[in-house]
């Protein structure tokens, strides 16, 4: 008998009403109104531009005056404003953002230069880059490269083979200088960068 109860609690189901068939098709439903098909569709007027924030109140008049004493300015003077209003605000410094071994492309390449010459910072990470190597000593490189990295033998192959590639970032000095040595001992020839 109890056998039977826990039978029947596995295999019941919860009941569905029986309005779920056709009803669930928008013409089916008893409040739709078919559309006349002769009818012009309904256009809506949408914003041309969407705010979020709402509509704005127009400046004040102080606002404006404000405006055109500064677009009276001399352009000498409207550059000493942004300094002068963050001094006189007490606003807080921005931290400068360092972008070194950043890809700025064409953008960065004046004013990359002249920074490149304002400080010259001496290179604390050092990257090896592996060359090329002899074709008879490929199985010794593959074998250093390994050594170095935390790569399988597959991994290690490919960018072998894929030569000149940078093996591994972000080394101090003597580990780079160490590992090209001995990448230079097995038939391979790696530079520091």
């Known amino acids: ?13 919860p009941t569905l009403p029986k309005a779920t068939g056709h009803l669930q098709v928008r013409a089916f439903q008893p409040d739709f109104k078919p559309r006349d098909p002769k009818a012009k569709p309904i256009r809506y007027k949408y914003p041309e531009v969407y705010n979020p924030y709402g509509p704005r109140p127009p400046p004040s008049d102080k606002i404006v ?24 605000l007490k606003l807080p410094q921005m931290q400068h953002i360092s972008t ?18 304002e400080k010259k910072v001496e ?5 090896v880059k592996l060359e090329k190597f002899e074709a008879s000593a ?10 170095f990295t935390s790569l399988g033998l597959k991994e290690a192959k490919d ?3 894929k030569a000149p590639c940078v093996l591994k970032q972000g080394l101090t000095k003597e580990e780079a200088n160490d590992m090209i040595e001995k990448l230079k001992a097995a038939g391979g ?3 520091m960068e």
């Open 65 to 88: 005056q404000l405006a055109e004493r500064i677009a009276a300015l001399a352009p000498a003077e409207r550059s000493q404003l942004g300094p002068a209003l963050v001094e006189r």
């Open 189 to 191: 020839v790696a530079v």
């Open 123 to 127: 290179k604390t990470a050092f990257d």
């Open 1 to 13: 008998m109890r056998i039977v109860a826990v039978a029947r609690l596995f295999h019941a189901r």
């Open 138 to 147: 490929k199985i010794k490189v593959i074998k250093e490269v390994r050594a």
């Open 100 to 117: 070194e071994g950043m890809d700025l492309g064409a953008q960065g390449g004046a004013a990359g230069a002249s920074k490149a010459e």
């Open 159 to 161: 960018l072998v083979e």
